[in-house]
């Protein structure tokens, strides 16, 4: 059972948007600490998509978005490509248990 | 070119050992807080260690407190993991990561991982 909720899986067609909710509670996200992105292409490390919370690092296109308010965070893909088929994790620090969480990730699929 | 190479990893039998490391190149290694975090086969992410530039703060998950111990050397640009105890739940693949203070502690650059599997 993971520290942060994430959903299993999400798809959509060639275009549209989907989103990827992360919920987290007040030790962690409801505390104050900043949500990260990652995405994993298969066979590959995972790289950071976004970091605390709704910035892009350089390279990553506009078509993904982050927000985070209180205990949730959620990632937003427009345009969906086909080469977005990959996993999403989402990731933050809990203070109780002094650790960096992980969501159990998400696999998005393109129609 | 900065990069993180991960090696050490292998086949070893339950309750055994293995000491992975992971070199660094291209960034000094001395001003970044390292982790080391793990994929087990068709599964997802988990954090599993952390380690401060100066060795100061350490964190560990609770999945390996007890058993595993990470450290750095700053003149060797290397950061280990040696794990003891080892169980068939550490079988995975181990990556060690850098967290950024320019990305608000986002674990930025990654290796490519080293391979640990644990069965006798």
């Known amino acids: 059972q993971s520290v942060l909720t994430q959903p299993p899986s999400v798809s959509g067609a060639p275009g549209q948007r989907v989103t990827i909710s992360c919920t987290g509670s007040?030790?962690?996200?409801?505390?104050?600490?900043?949500v990260h992105w990652y995405q994993q292409l298969p066979g590959t490390a995972p790289k950071v998509l976004i970091y605390?919370?709704?910035n892009r690092p350089s390279g990553v296109p506009d078509r993904f978005s982050g927000s985070k308010s209180d205990t949730s965070a959620s990632l937003a893909i427009t345009g969906l490509q086909a080469e977005d088929e990959a996993d999403y994790y989402c990731?933050?620090?809990?203070?109780?248990?002094?650790?960096?969480?992980f969501g159990a990730g998400t696999k998005v699929t393109v129609l | 070119e900065v990069q993180l190479v991960e090696s050490g990893g292998g086949l070893t039998q339950p309750g055994g050992s293995l000491r992975l490391s992971c070199v660094v190149s291209?960034?000094?290694?001395?001003?970044?807080?390292m982790n080391w975090v793990r994929q087990a086969p068709g599964k997802g992410l988990e954090w599993i260690s952390y380690?401060?530039?100066?060795?100061?703060?350490?964190y560990y998950a609770d999945s390996v407190k007890g058993r595993f111990t990470v450290s750095r050397d700053n003149a060797k640009n290397s950061l280990y993991l040696q794990m003891n105890s080892l169980r068939a739940e550490d079988t995975a693949l181990y990556y060690c990561s850098r967290c950024s203070g320019w990305y608000r502690d986002a674990f930025d650059i990654w290796g490519q991982g080293t391979t640990v599997t644990v069965s006798s």
């Open positions: 291209g960034f000094d290694f001395s001003r970044y807080s």
């Open positions: 605390g919370n709704n």
């Open positions: 007040s030790s962690n996200l409801g505390a104050g600490y900043d």
């Open positions: 990731q933050s620090f809990d203070g109780s248990l002094s650790a960096y969480v």
């Open positions: 380690i401060s530039g100066t060795s100061g703060t350490i």
